[in-house]
């Protein structure tokens, strides 16, 4: 296919999770972005055949290039943990805005905005807040785009949320969960995700969708869920939400870069419910059940073992 594509953050979950998908599809004239010089390698190692640039889009240069000639941009760029405020607008706003102007500048014709459930929710955090302003700054845009909405996200590569609490569990012989444990989730395969993306650039979509995981499920459970699919024989174990708060608390004191936070405790246990939609009729894909899904995150002899670093 003669379409150019450029990916930002393409060395984060939702890029390596594309990139294998685009390049099934037909598609080779890829340019990765992603500023992580690990992340970057490791993408790099699995696909020498496409243009992999380490660059940071608010302090970097050579990635405006790549839109040149662009048929479509995927901005898949975000800042999702972290306890500092200051991170969460650089890489999700200030970022964006030199994306933007690059792209109009080159006149890029499409985008598909990798926007987040969050922007819905009744949290209120650094994440969810520069999200908003993000979204906010694609859509005004003016370019032709597709809005996707996706909400808590698994699947290869994951190095925080599931993938980080399923590693987690093959290391402990007790796995804590706070309080009843019983908050609705409703996780969202990224191989599903990214086939929506695929679906996008081939048809160029437009309008705005909230992507969410078909299956509801309570934290507990979906915990059970993942201990099965890794085969773990760790004690899942329910323990006082306060207790569990101030652990982490004394955790991000010590590691500036935590894997799971206070802030991400607390929006575990908002009780959002996502609009579900029609996401495989409007997309032509198939929905991977959950069991499915997690065995093929867990299990895969290619991409399962491999971990991204933070």
């Keep these: 296919m003669a379409k150019r594509i450029v990916v930002t953050g393409a060395a984060g979950l939702v890029g390596q999770n594309l990139i294998p998908r685009l390049k099934r599809r037909g598609f080779s004239q890829i340019s990765a972005v992603d500023k992580h010089p690990v992340n970057t390698d490791i993408l790099r190692k699995f696909h020498p055949d496409i243009r992999v640039l380490q660059e940071n889009l608010t ?21 999702i943990g972290g ?43 650094d994440y969810t807040e520069t999200k908003k302003r993000q979204e906010a700054l694609v859509a005004a845009s003016g370019i032709k785009q597709v809005i996707l909405r996706p909400t808590l996200m698994f699947g290869w590569f994951d190095r925080k949320h599931i993938g980080w609490l399923a590693r987690f569990m093959k290391r402990t012989p007790v796995f804590p969960v706070p309080g009843t444990g019983r908050y609705l989730r409703q996780p969202l395969f990224a191989g599903d995700f990214c086939d929506i993306i695929v679906s996008a650039v081939e048809r160029e979509t437009t309008g705005d ?11 507990i459970d979906l915990m059970y869920a993942v201990k099965e699919a890794v085969n773990a024989k760790t004690r899942i174990q329910r323990i006082p939400y306060s207790l569990f708060w101030a652990i982490l608390k004394v955790n991000s004191l010590i590691d500036k870069n ?24 409007i997309f032509a894909i198939r929905a991977t059940p959950l069991k499915e899904a997690l065995h093929e995150t867990f299990r895969d002899s290619t991409y399962s073992n491999i971990e991204l670093a933070f």
Aim: no cysteine; proline share 5%.
């Design 59 to 79: 302090v970097g240069s050579g990635w405006d290039r790549e839109l040149a000639e662009a048929s479509v941009v995927v901005i898949a760029h975000a800042q």
């Design 83 to 125: 306890t500092n405020p200051a991170e969460f607008v650089r890489n999700n706003v200030s970022a964006t805005e030199r994306l933007i102007e690059a792209a109009l500048r080159h006149r890029v014709p499409y985008l598909v905005n990798i926007s987040s459930s969050v922007v819905n929710s009744m949290a209120i955090d």
């Design 209 to 219: 969708y909230n992507i969410t995981g078909l299956e509801r499920i309570d934290y």
């Design 258 to 281: 935590p894997a799971f936070t206070v802030k991400q405790l607390e929006a575990l246990v908002t009780p959002d419910l996502f609009e579900v939609i029609d996401w495989p009729g």
